[in-house]
């Protein structure tokens, strides 16, 4: 598989910067298009108060009205897609470095593998499961297992356009969350999480696996992920055939 870097960064960058914005739009954010992406609020200090899929030229003032209306810290997620004169803007208006991301991406396998045993226990979330689904997301993301009376810091809607939240099961059980949205033939496979107690038995692989399926049957070509650096989610994604496509770097001010 070979991409061009600067069309597919545009590509991908643009897909996630859509899908953040349906989600924000459900949870009653306000969003702020800048460089062909958006800046996403949901409320002071949240954290996912961000910019993303900045592809296009940003002028001063543009970014200034960005902090204003985020806030601080104000956050951008940036690509090696970015117009290159926005790394010196970010510099004289005092950005520092914030965290790291690589993105992963693979061809949409055609046609999707038979889904084996193990998998069958993984399936869509039903719309009245949101509140399950929320809580294993964020038990999963807390190392907690006691998932069945956590508090979510913030919930993702089950009925957004074009996007499903997937449930794992053990024993009868949920075990594992992560959702797929798909936005232009883009498979965007994101939320990943897996309870402690039920890591070790390839859920992860399982629930990408049943994700790239879906996405297969509903005509994308293409599926891309984001991780931390040398975590368990980035060993899952390479396993299922996913490579680097880039990195990504958080610059925050504020």
């Given at each position: ?115 084996s045993?193990p ?21 999963g ?31 009868g ?61 980035q ?20």
């Amino acid at each position: 598989m070979f991409h061009n870097l600067s069309c597919l960064a545009r590509r991908l960058e643009r897909a996630q910067a859509l899908q953040n914005e349906r989600f924000n739009r459900a949870a009653g954010g306000q969003s702020l298009p800048v460089g062909g992406g958006f800046a996403h609020f949901r409320g002071a200090a949240h954290p996912l108060n961000q910019a993303l899929g900045l592809v296009e030229p940003v002028a001063e003032a543009e970014l200034a009205a960005v902090e204003a209306f985020l806030g601080a810290p104000t956050v951008l997620e940036l690509s090696p897609g970015a117009d290159p004169e926005l790394w010196p803007l970010l510099a004289r208006r005092g950005y520092r470095l914030h965290q790291f991301q690589q993105l992963w991406v693979r061809d949409v396998p055609d046609p999707p593998r038979p889904i084996s045993a193990p998998e069958r226990g993984i399936r869509p979330a039903r719309l009245e499961e949101a509140r399950t689904y929320n809580r294993i997301v964020a038990a999963g993301f807390l190392e907690r297992d006691d998932w069945w009376d956590l508090e979510p810091p913030f919930e993702a809607a089950l009925d957004v356009l074009d996007a499903w939240g997937f449930l794992a099961f053990v024993d009868g059980e949920p075990a594992g969350a992560a959702m797929l949205g798909i936005v232009d033939g883009v498979a965007l496979l994101s939320g990943d999480a897996v309870l402690p107690r039920c890591r070790g038995q390839g859920l992860q692989q399982a629930l990408i696996r049943a994700r790239l399926a879906l996405a297969k049957e509903r005509g994308c070509d293409l599926a891309c992920a984001s991780t931390a650096p040398g975590t368990a989610s980035q060993r899952s994604y390479e396993a299922c055939g996913f490579h680097v496509a880039y990195p990504k770097v958080e610059m925050a001010r504020g």
